[in-house]
Structures are given as C-alpha cells and as structure tokens.
C-alpha cells in the first residue's frame, strides 16, 4: 500500500516564528489532507488539498501532486497551534493511511 | 457541518466484557473507518467499511470485529476486551475529505 512520510517528526518553535512540514506519500493519490489533533484528541481538518494551493488565515498549503509531496505552513505561530498534525491520504480502493504526524510545541 | 459521532468519550471495562464503539456520520458517506492510537505508534487502522455490510481488515484487526448494517452507522467490537486494548479509538468517515469522531478513549481493567 501506500507510504505517507511526514517530517519533521517533533518541532519546537518560540511564539511568533514560522514553520513548513512536509508530506511526502509513495504513489499517485486521488486525495490529501492535514488535520490537527489538539491535546484532548480531536482531529480537526485543516486543509483538503489534493493538488495546489490554499491558505486560510496564517496557514497554508501546497500540494505538488506530479512530484508527490504536500507542505504545511504555519505563520507567526502560536501556543494554540500546538499539537499534532497529520497529513492522510486515500487511494483508490478507499484505505484511508495517515503519516505518523508531526508533534508541534510552540512555547510563548 | 458534518458530523462524526462516537458513542462515548470515556469508557472503562472490565477484562473479558463484551465492548462495543458506535460511530454515527450524517453525511452519506460511504467509506467509515477505526483506528486505534496508541503513544509513540501513531494512527493504526483496524477495520475498514465502503458499504454497507462490506468490511476490509486493515493492519491491526486481531482482536476485533465490526458491523455496518446501515451506511450512517459503524460499530467497533471488542469480543472479549482485554488489557492490551487499553487505547484511544477514532472513528473517520469520508467521501473525498475524511471527518473525524471526537475519540473514545477505552480503559480495560
């Protein structure tokens, strides 16, 4: 089945600076998105990208699907933004697989 | 908005119980989803279901069962729950986009 890699696997940032996590995934993908898991374990969605880019208030994204790999941006982050993200991926045959999530600390 | 609804926030049962997880999605969405995630091991996927009464095992099924006898509904089955279950259990649904469950978070003793 298909890989999805995220990196960096922890990240700890001082309150106000910028950050870019990486999703890459092994094969072609009919979809992606990132999600935010805060600390009482709810998945929030972020970004539904499968190929381009959007931005939402300080955050944003890219999708490169020819070259397989997703980006996150996090702008002037803050304490909130602290917590997991994820990217997932569902191919064909309807397997949703998520990377193993990047583990964001932002300290103020 | 759509909603993704599992049964119970916290949960906690006995070695050897009966354990059910109940997801609900009002959105019409074929494809629904457990996964269990545990510390230091991410997302894991248990079971699978595209339609109705139709499941996939995915990486971890030992242990569990599930049943979808109505596409809104999709239940996780813990047939005999034991200690090494002790984790927390998310529910997703999905067309395209994927929603999520707010997790249960099941303790056996």
């Known amino acids: 089945g298909i890989q999805v890699e995220q990196s960096p696997p922890d990240l700890i940032l001082q309150e106000g600076a910028n950050s870019t996590l990486r999703c890459n995934f092994s094969d072609s993908v009919n979809n992606l998105q990132w999600s935010h898991q805060n600390p009482w374990g709810q998945l929030i969605n972020l970004f539904y990208i499968p190929s381009g880019t959007k931005q939402n208030g300080r955050l944003s994204a890219t999708t490169v699907a020819t070259e397989r790999y997703s980006l996150l941006y996090i702008s002037s982050s803050q304490t909130t933004d602290s917590g997991v993200y994820f990217c997932a991926t569902q191919t064909s045959g309807s397997r949703l697989t998520f990377g193993e999530g990047t583990q964001l600390t932002v300290n103020p | 908005d759509v909603k993704v609804t599992q049964s119970s926030r916290y949960l906690v049962k006995r070695t050897g119980e009966k354990v059910f997880l109940e997801c609900v999605q009002d959105?019409?969405?074929?494809?629904m989803f457990w996964y269990r995630q545990d510390p230091g091991l991410g997302l894991r996927l248990i079971y699978f279901s595209y339609d109705v009464k139709m499941k996939e095992k995915g990486d971890i099924p030992e242990g569990y069962s599930v049943s979808r006898e109505k596409k809104e509904r999709f239940s996780l089955i813990l047939e005999s729950a034991s200690t090494n279950q002790t984790s927390m259990y998310l529910c997703?649904?999905?067309?395209?986009?994927?929603?999520f469950g707010q997790g249960t978070r099941l303790t056996v003793v």
């Open positions: 959105m019409d969405h074929e494809n």
């Open positions: 997703a649904s999905s067309a395209d986009e994927a929603f």
